[in-house]
């Protein structure tokens, strides 16, 4: 018993039993709460966009911590989960009638098919070094925003009818799923917290799984240096591609979770901004640390709703939180202090090596 | 393992404070007692009070508040408790906000402020039953979906397809033997809608529409050279600008740099652009803009509102100002029409105050005689306004 345990919390698994039982924990008691104390509309309204942009975060941190390459256009991976997903939804409405079923469909074809972007995109431009992988993503999250702009497409009993650009559909009693600069409306709001919750799970999974495995090395070593590990024979291309590509799935999974959570969803959404949100995310959580990531995700989407009742001050204080946690997460003498608490909160012998 | 404590242990606690704090007041909003017979209905809303696009959040606030303070000032029985929060124009935030407004018990609303953020929520303040009448989300979306109409929402601003139709009309009577051309925002919702509805009413009516494809973007919302180019070149001498004021304010800049200068024809979204920090107001002369409110008017009503406007926040009231004021005013007369007091069940009172709107007539400072369809579109007559001096001027 004692050794699963010494297992669990040894230097390789803690961070991962840390954030399982964190995200677990945290869902336990959120439900508990919601089922008997009751919570507020606003925390509740809250659940699911939390979960989602935590996906979102830990999918860029795999590109941007794990793999080292820098991408400016998750949202725009995330858009196309969360289109393909509402039209997957819209379309078998009536054939899948267990909403968790249709999530779960909506949900796979979401990723899918933004793996296969992420895949498009990664193959000509990793095997590119330097900050390409930026500047090209950078420039897909505007071209997916701009595509998805311009769409629009419905079905009735004849079956799928698109257009590009101008709406020319004449639909005859079926539904539009998307009509240009209006996106999605009237969705079916499916996602719910525990959906939320389960995904984030599977994508702990996948990260950890990825991070402890021969190719989760790879692409660390990769990251560290390229020469050296190239020397080794590990293929820079393919270990890139590979976090990419994993890391384009997950955001188009959180794209799924968040279009499915509300009833209607406007492509200019996932632009610059969200991207650069995602960022600020990770790079708040420490680049590379998946606990991190989600503290830092759920603090800093939550406080801004926190800080309502500042009014019109509500985002200087936000922009001033910011500025304060980031000096003095950098600040040398407050990491020291952190480590000596941690130190401390540590039991020596048990975990420390 | 301690560590693990530690962090349960401190989850526990913000958690437990966050949903508690917070917990205990979503209990859907009761009356306050008064014991002079004078009933408070809690009124919310929200609208951009941050951002690219808060001068009309701010001039809805504005205007509500400034409706609020007097009606409460006033010997009425009905007085208001007025609440607005901040949805940065954003659906995501748009949810939040209804939540937060939700939590605190509001009874009416004045919805959301833009189309976007209130095409999120119709459908929440539909399921809750609470009645919301907009007084800028020109959306046809936060009244009505193809497959349903949302019996409690209700619009003070025309819809988009009725304002391209409006314009079409407009320029078919006054303005025929111009050449149009038309650049708008592809990606928003508003601009793309007004657009679609001209270019259909357009054609109806033979207007000679010379440039239809000058779309912009959000991304690209800052060079227009190229659209006026084209529109300079195919001969346009009326530029139709079915768009919000900022992006606007830089096509007017830029025709003037490229020495064009055709008549400028806006919406209602171009109402705001006289206010805009650092822009030069001679740029805007002779700008026509639709717009169902004109600060010069000479009736009682708008006369005693932009003066009351005035004092309290020192600038003229736009169009968005207008409907906010007309809105709270509809919303009181509605629920004296229903004779709301103390005790009223409030489960009936979206149903009853539907009920209301769809059959009453009211005067405000945006029209007289409005009514309201049960889809929730308002009826009234939409005024086209010159700027004249730095003004607007009824062109008629």
């Given at each position: 018993m004692k050794n699963i345990f010494a297992d669990l919390f040894s230097k390789k698994n803690r961070s991962r039993t840390i954030s399982f039982l964190m995200v677990t924990c945290a869902y336990i008691l959120i439900e508990v709460i919601m089922n008997t104390v009751g919570m507020s509309r606003l925390f509740k309204s809250l659940l699911v966009p939390t979960c989602c942009y935590i996906i979102l975060a830990l999918s860029l941190n795999l590109v941007v911590?794990?793999?080292g390459e820098l991408s400016l256009g998750h949202a725009g991976f995330m858009a196309i989960g969360a289109f393909s997903a509402v039209i997957v939804s819209g379309l078998t409405v009536s054939s899948i009638t267990n909403d968790i079923l249709r999530l779960v469909v909506s949900a796979a074809c979401g990723s899918i098919i933004s793996g296969i972007f992420g895949f498009i995109i990664s193959v000509?431009?990793?095997?590119?070094?330097?900050?390409y992988l930026a500047i090209v993503t950078l420039a897909f999250g505007q071209i997916i925003k701009s595509l998805i702009t311009n769409i629009y497409l419905g079905f009735d009993a004849n079956g799928i009818q698109m257009s590009f650009v101008t709406n020319t559909l004449s639909l005859e009693g079926g539904k539009m799923l998307l009509s240009g600069p209006?996106?999605?409306?009237?969705?079916?709001?499916?996602?719910n917290f525990t959906s939320g919750f389960v995904m984030i799970l599977i994508t702990l999974f996948v990260i950890y799984s990825m991070i402890n495995s021969r190719h989760g090395r790879a692409i660390m070593s990769a990251r560290d240096n390229r020469i050296a590990a190239e020397s080794i024979g590990i293929s820079i291309t393919r270990t890139k591609t590979l976090a990419f590509v994993v890391s384009s799935i997950l955001a188009g999974m959180a794209g799924a979770l968040y279009a499915l959570n509300y009833s209607t969803l406007q492509p200019?959404?996932?632009d610059f901004n969200t991207s650069i949100l995602a960022l600020v995310y990770v790079v708040f959580g420490g680049l590379g640390n998946i606990n991190g990531t989600i503290v830092s995700t759920v603090v800093l989407y939550v406080l801004p709703e926190l800080l309502r009742?500042?009014?019109?001050?509500r985002m200087l204080i936000y922009a001033i939180v910011l500025i304060v946690v980031m000096q003095m997460t950098n600040s040398a003498k407050i990491k020291e202090l952190m480590e000596k608490l941690g130190k401390k909160i540590f039991k020596k012998g048990e975990v420390k090596e | 393992m301690k560590k693990l404590l530690v962090v349960l242990l401190a989850m526990l606690c913000v958690l437990t404070l966050a949903g508690c704090s917070n917990g205990?007041?979503?209990?859907g909003g009761n009356n306050e007692p008064a014991g002079d017979g004078t009933v408070t209905v809690k009124l919310g809303g929200s609208g951009?009070?941050?951002?690219?696009?808060k001068v009309y959040g701010e001039a809805v606030r504005n205007a509500a508040q400034l409706a609020v303070d007097e009606i409460n000032a006033s010997d009425s029985k009905i007085k208001f408790d007025f609440k607005m929060e901040d949805d940065e124009a954003d659906g995501e935030k748009a949810v939040s906000a209804y939540s937060t407004l939700f939590d605190w018990g509001m009874q009416v609303s004045l919805f959301t402020v833009t189309s976007g953020s209130g095409a999120a929520v119709a459908a929440s303040y539909d399921e809750d039953g609470i009645f919301a009448i907009t007084?800028?989300?020109?959306?046809t979306a936060l009244v009505y979906t193809d497959s349903k109409n949302y019996p409690g929402n209700f619009q003070m601003c025309f819809t988009d397809p009725n304002q391209g139709v409006a314009s079409a009309d407009y320029m078919a009577a006054n303005l025929a033997d111009k050449k149009i051309a038309i650049i708008y925002k592809s990606d928003d919702v508003y601009s793309a809608g007004v657009y679609e509805k001209f270019v259909a009413e357009a054609a109806a009516k033979n207007l000679?529409?010379?440039?239809?494809?000058?779309a912009f973007t959000d991304d690209s919302s800052t060079d227009f050279s190229t659209q006026l180019t084209a529109a300079k070149d195919a001969g346009a001498d009326l530029v139709f600008l079915p768009i919000y004021y900022q992006p606007a304010s830089l096509i007017l800049k830029q025709a003037k740099d490229m020495d064009y200068a055709p008549v400028f024809f806006g919406v209602d979204?171009?109402?705001?652009i006289l206010t805009?920090?650092?822009?030069?107001?001679?740029?805007?002369?002779g700008l026509y803009l639709l717009t169902p409110?004109?600060?010069?008017?000479?009736d009682e009503a708008t006369v005693h509102f932009v003066k009351a406007f005035q004092e309290k926040y020192g600038e003229v009231p736009n169009q968005f100002a207008a409907d906010a004021y007309d809105c709270v005013y509809a919303i009181k007369q509605a629920l004296e029409n229903i004779d709301?007091?103390?005790?009223?069940?409030?489960?009936g009172l979206c149903e009853d105050l539907a009920a209301q709107f769809t059959s009453m007539t009211f005067n405000g400072v945006t029209g007289e005689n409005m009514t309201w369809a049960e889809n929730g579109e308002v009826s009234k007559a939409p005024k086209a306004v010159v700027i004249t001096n730095g003004v607007y001027v009824s062109a008629d």
């Open positions: 911590g794990i793999s000509p431009v990793l095997k590119l070094s330097g900050d209006m996106g999605a409306t009237d969705t079916a709001k499916i996602s200019a959404k996932f009742s500042l009014q019109d001050y | 205990g007041s979503g209990n951009p009070l941050s951002g690219d696009a007084p800028s989300g020109s959306s000679n529409v010379v440039y239809k494809d000058g979204g171009m109402d705001g805009l920090e650092g822009f030069d107001t001679s740029l805007a002369e409110f004109a600060a010069d008017a000479s709301y007091k103390e005790g009223y069940a409030t489960n």
